[in-house]
């Protein structure tokens, strides 16, 4: 649990075989997860097995997409907390502890993989990559007006069970382009969001996606059109984000005065160049110092 709140992890997988208990076992260990769930998604053989040595529980999404297997693990969690990830080795389930942490104040953190010191040796992060997902991630923070946003295709997530009834019913996207629909809707909810940032380490295998550059470009310009689409059909409208917390009004910020009056007023003129006596003024309430304690006071 994290503060009184469960927590479910869910992990999509389809040509992960050689790395998923590896990455169910990391989460296990961090102490903080509660209830791990794998969607296999027409997994490769082999797959399943792996899941069945773990304590994770298995459930399985015969359409074919991570869009369908993500929202599949949405509805199927349990937790307060819902935190998506890959199970191909590219994420740290140690990094659970930097959402969590700011799940106290927001109810969607979205993880970024463009933080060039976190963009371990070997792993798929490219120039094309890297600027591609930044200018997409920009358009939207310009077309929606929201929070700094540098990665639109990291799929290492955090969003709280509010945040996910709010918007679960809209879900329509089945396929590669899923991320972009979680992270619009998310913001035209009025949710408090944060994007932070994750290590990025080399995948364990080949991904079906980014491991090929054509399908990459392919995807790149499916979620473009899907932000413009979306943009349209909502005019850019979100609901007005939910403030954290509201201060009370500035008096009853502000310190009573009888708490910082002093209580100083020269009993005797002072010889020159020698402070008055009774300085430093003490606040009321506080008991006098003495003459040597003031000395050291005043010197550190």
């Not at 890297?130 to 946003?149: D, I, R």
Request: some cysteine; overall charge positive.
């Amino acid at each position: 649990m994290w503060k009184g709140r469960t927590v479910s992890v869910i992990l999509m997988t389809y040509a992960e075989k050689d790395s998923i208990r590896g990455v169910i076992e990391g989460f296990a260990a961090t102490g903080v997860v509660d209830e791990i769930v794998v969607v296999n998604n027409n997994a490769q053989p082999g797959t399943a097995e792996e899941v069945a040595r773990t304590n994770a529980r298995q459930v399985f999404e015969t359409r074919q997409g991570y869009g369908y297997a993500t929202r599949r693990g949405l509805a199927e969690a349990t937790g307060d907390l819902l935190v998506i990830a890959e199970p191909d080795g590219t994420f740290m389930p140690s990094d659970i502890v930097k959402l969590l942490t700011y799940s106290d104040d927001c109810d969607a953190v979205f993880g970024t993989r463009t933080t060039r010191e976190l963009i371990w040796q070997g792993a798929n992060m490219g120039w094309f990559l890297k600027w591609g997902n930044w200018a997409v991630a920009k358009l939207v923070e310009a077309l929606f007006n929201t929070s700094h946003l540098s990665d639109v295709g990291c799929t290492y997530r955090l969003i709280t069970r509010q945040t996910l009834e709010r918007i679960q019913d809209q879900f329509t996207v089945g396929g590669s382009h899923f991320g972009p629909e979680l992270m619009l809707l998310t913001i035209a909810s009025g949710a408090r969001v944060v994007e932070i940032p994750v290590n990025y380490l080399p995948r364990v295998g080949k991904s079906s996606v980014t491991g090929d550059l054509r399908k990459t470009i392919v995807l790149g310009l499916q979620m473009i059109l899907f932000i413009l689409r979306f943009r349209l059909a909502t005019g850019g409208r979100r609901k007005r984000p939910i403030l954290h917390r509201r201060l009370p009004p500035r008096r009853e910020r502000l310190p009573q005065a009888a708490a910082v009056a002093t209580v100083w007023a020269p009993s005797a003129p002072a010889p020159d160049g020698a402070a008055p006596a009774g300085w430093p003024p003490q606040p009321a309430g506080l008991p006098a110092l003495l003459p040597d304690e003031r000395n050291q006071e005043r010197h550190g």
